[in-house]
């Protein structure tokens, strides 16, 4: 079982949609949480961090589940220029530190 | 102010060639990473050094590969004996500590002929 792992899409929906990806982490020493988005043939660039207490920046809400060892991230009215992937990050503790990515999320945005 | 900074943004080589790459990162980033992006495919981590703790080289594919920082300034990887699989985009990041975000150059686009 990896690591880190999320549904690979892709994801295709319609403008104004609302999409939801999960990611979850297989580690408990896990201590933060980022969503980045990535575009083609780009760098990834920080979409938000992950806060147990959920955190909301105008139609991105992250989430974050402990007990289940899963993050959220939650698109609502979604935009053509949303289309991109989606990438999670865990940063655990295991005796040093140590960061892992997923795979990402493949999201399509259609008029 | 100035991101993470990465030279040079593309690199066409010969097979069996060595080649260097340069990270410029955040100014007062104690963290820096490298990961390795083939075309379609996830992040790769490579190497990851904080302050002057020894860097953490697990992620380092072959012993052809290594990399230097000085303190909290430049980091260089350095591929020796390129091969043809080592065609991919290399990516380096910065953040002000562990467990805080990363910031990513635009990273250097390698092509080995």
């Known amino acids: 079982r990896k690591e880190v792992e999320q549904d690979p899409g892709p994801f295709n929906v319609p403008e104004g949609a609302t999409v939801a990806f999960n990611c979850t982490y297989s580690?408990?020493?896990?201590?933060?949480f980022f969503w980045y988005r990535q575009d083609c043939r780009k760098e990834p660039k920080l979409l938000m961090s992950v806060y147990s207490s959920g955190n909301e920046d105008g139609r991105f809400t992250a989430q974050l589940n402990r007990a289940s060892q899963y993050i959220s991230l939650l698109i609502r009215d979604s935009k053509l220029s949303d289309s991109a992937t989606y990438l999670c990050?865990?940063?655990?503790?295991?005796?040093?530190?140590?960061?892992?990515f997923g795979a990402g999320t493949r999201l399509f945005v259609k008029a | 102010g100035a991101g993470v900074s990465q030279s040079p943004s593309n690199k066409v080589t010969e097979k069996g060639k060595d080649v260097e790459l340069r990270c410029d990162p955040i100014?007062?980033?104690?963290?820096l990473y490298w990961y390795r992006q083939r075309l379609g495919q996830g992040l790769e981590f490579l190497i990851y050094?904080?302050?002057?703790?020894?860097?953490?080289k697990s992620g380092l594919p072959s012993d052809r590969f290594s990399a230097e920082r000085t303190g909290e300034s430049v980091s260089t990887l350095t591929i020796q004996r390129t091969q043809q699989e080592d065609s991919a985009v290399y990516l380096c990041?910065?953040?002000?500590?562990?467990?805080?975000?990363?910031?990513f150059g635009d990273g250097t686009r390698l092509s080995i002929l």
């Open positions: 580690n408990s020493a896990s201590q933060s």
């Open positions: 100014s007062g980033h104690t963290a």
């Open positions: 050094f904080q302050g002057n703790s020894a860097p953490d």
């Open positions: 990041a910065s953040s002000k500590g562990d467990y805080q975000p990363q910031h």
């Open positions: 990050v865990v940063n655990l503790n295991t005796g040093g530190f140590k960061t892992i």
